[in-house]
């Protein structure tokens, strides 16, 4: 069973977190209007951006590419565009320099403005020169040859200190993608070839006010739709394109023409479907020669590969991609907190993989205990000859599992909280069945650092994680629902707190990090100490520093101890 996916779709986060990120971007440019060319003392501005719902369409990469461009207003929190007083930096354009990174360069530097009181940042992609003097971006989408020219990114980052050097800045679609995978129905042979296709009854252009992200429809008219290179499988041709977001029933006569042989057959789109922003429908369409029926859409976050047909497995599992690449693994001597065994270190790892983009949830691992028959005694006898290796769960507990008729549940209330009370065994149990693995500790903290080399990966400022992360000071003691705080700049959640994560390797506790480089570093040796990463709900901010480790013996469990899973394509 292949479970290597971008997005395994849930049905209890439709649409609200689509949030796949594939690059982390340091922002460096711009210049201070209030002082011109000086910065005095004052705080050069750095970004750490990801994006929502997945990056870019053009070519259904996964990845910016290089000369990408971004727009970035700076201005007073509480203050408007239209507010000449309230604005620091108006529309700098910035452009991808490293699309493997992610790293964009500006011509000059953005500085905080001089004084006390925090500030806003705007972000959209692609840049543009042609803004309305009211902050409308126009966005036409009659011809869709070029998806990067209207896949509109918008971004807002509020309340941020005059101190704070790192922005964390979340891109997001603001338009909706709809797809058509087409079948040739009755009347056609194997020989016939659909080779255009258009939507018509629905805006064909549309503005959005960079204030606050609002899209406002134009004209209605004719879109003209993108064809794949490759269809689905077992489908004639897929044709996508980009619209605007539209309630059920906003517009009547919606219609798609699909073009067979130079004859165009024609039907009408439900008009009780809506297209939400952020969201990718899929149709399936049947062409006969009396003319086009539509099924019913699968509705799922604006994917980035839509011609990816692994299966979905028997518990979905959303994931990010993270490209390979080299980093700075451990800490510098000057980081607060750190540990002697924190040795920093240049580590590469050769191969992309997949990461959940949460935790494991009590849901999920539910499912995994209920299709294995695991009893009350928390065994999979079946996994293991090992007999301590069978113990996946030790037991119950308040915030996550309970036996309950003769099956696992969630406790009330806590099914999209992470599991807790689960072994290594355990975990590495549910990523053998689910056909992934646990991650390496480089494969963990390349993901959680996302391309920084701060003591967190939104910057070295303990006062920003509440933004990032449940620990001791904002927890209430407990765990909560996965995906309530802030991405890392990989679209990842809870890589900080919540609960500490299993990973492959061993380690003593004590020996520290060899300062020689290393490529694709692991240490599995099943009789030793496993590592644990993140931090959790239980610790303080110290221990949620992205280069922090600890360690248990693989049996071991407590009630902020879980996992999460990578795949490797």
């Known amino acids: 069973m292949t479970t290597i996916e971008k997005r395994f779709f849930r049905p ?152 704070s050097e790192t922005v964390g800045l979340t891109f997001g679609h603001a338009l909706s993608k709809v797809t058509f995978n087409v079948k040739l129905g009755v009347g056609f042979t194997a020989a016939a070839t659909v080779t255009d296709a258009a939507i018509g009854g629905m805006p064909a252009s549309a503005t959005m006010a960079l204030q606050n992200g609002a899209v406002e429809a134009g004209a209605v008219g004719d879109i003209v739709l993108l064809k794949a290179e490759a269809a689905a499988d077992g489908c004639a041709a897929t044709f996508s ?164 008729a003769g099956s696992w549940k969630p406790e009330d209330g806590y099914a999209n909280h992470p599991v807790v009370y689960v072994t290594w065994y355990g975990a590495k149990a549910y990523a053998d069945w689910i056909g992934g693995s646990l991650p390496t500790e480089a494969q963990w903290e390349y993901a959680c650092r996302a391309g920084t080399t701060t003591a967190y990966s939104f910057g070295d400022s303990e006062g920003d994680l509440d933004t990032y992360a449940w620990y001791s000071s904002n927890s209430g003691n407990t765990t909560h629902e996965v995906g309530d705080k802030q991405p890392n700049p990989w679209g990842l959640y809870d890589m900080h707190g919540n609960v500490y994560e299993w990973c492959l390797d061993s380690w003593d506790g004590r020996t520290a990090y060899s300062p020689e480089d290393a490529t694709d570093p692991v240490s599995p040796n099943p009789g030793s100490y496993r590592v644990l990463r993140g931090g959790s709900w239980d610790f303080n901010a110290l221990y949620c520093r992205s280069a922090y480790r600890r360690n248990r013996g693989p049996g071991g469990y407590y009630n902020f101890f879980g996992f999460r899973v990578v795949f490797v394509p």
């Open 241 to 404: 394109a980009i619209i605007v977001p539209q309630g059920a029933n906003a517009y009547a006569g919606r219609k798609a023409v699909f073009t067979i042989d130079g004859v165009s057959y024609e039907g009408s789109l439900p008009d009780g479907d809506a297209f939400e922003k952020s969201n990718h429908y899929t149709y399936p369409v049947t062409v006969n020669e009396t003319g086009v029926s539509f099924g019913e859409p699968s509705i799922g976050e604006w994917d980035t590969n839509p011609q990816n047909t692994s299966e979905v497995t028997e518990m979905d599992i959303e994931t990010v991609f993270i490209r390979a690449g080299t980093f700075l693994m451990g800490s510098p001597e000057t980081e607060p907190n750190r540990n002697p065994n924190e040795t920093q270190h240049r580590v590469t790892l050769t191969q992309d993989f997949y990461m959940s983009k949460y935790e494991i949830t009590n849901a999920q691992y539910a499912a995994f205990l209920n299709a294995v028959g695991v009893g009350q005694d928390g065994k999979w006898s079946d996994w293991s000859d090992d007999a301590n290796k069978t113990q996946v769960l030790i037991r119950a507990y308040q915030w996550g599992l309970k036996w309950d």
């Open 12 to 163: 209890w986060r439709a649409g609200a977190l689509g949030l796949l990120a594939a690059a982390g971007i340091t922002l460096l440019g711009g210049c201070s209007k209030e002082d011109g060319t000086s910065d005095g003392d004052r705080t050069a501005v750095r970004f750490q951006a990801g994006i929502t719902a997945t990056t870019r369409t053009t070519d259904g990469g996964d990845r910016w590419k290089e000369g990408d461009p971004v727009g970035i207003f700076m201005l007073r929190s509480g203050g408007t565009l239209s507010d000449d007083g309230a604005v620091y930096e108006k529309n700098v354009k910035y452009t991808v320099s490293n699309p493997t990174t992610g790293e964009l360069g500006g011509e000059t530097t953005i500085y905080y403005p001089a004084g006390n009181g925090s500030v806003d940042f705007i972000a959209y992609y692609p840049h543009s020169t042609t803004i309305t003097d009211d902050y409308k971006y126009p966005v036409p989408l009659s011809d869709q040859r070029d998806p990067a020219v209207i896949d509109l990114l918008y971004a807002r980052a509020e309340g941020k200190s005059r101190t």
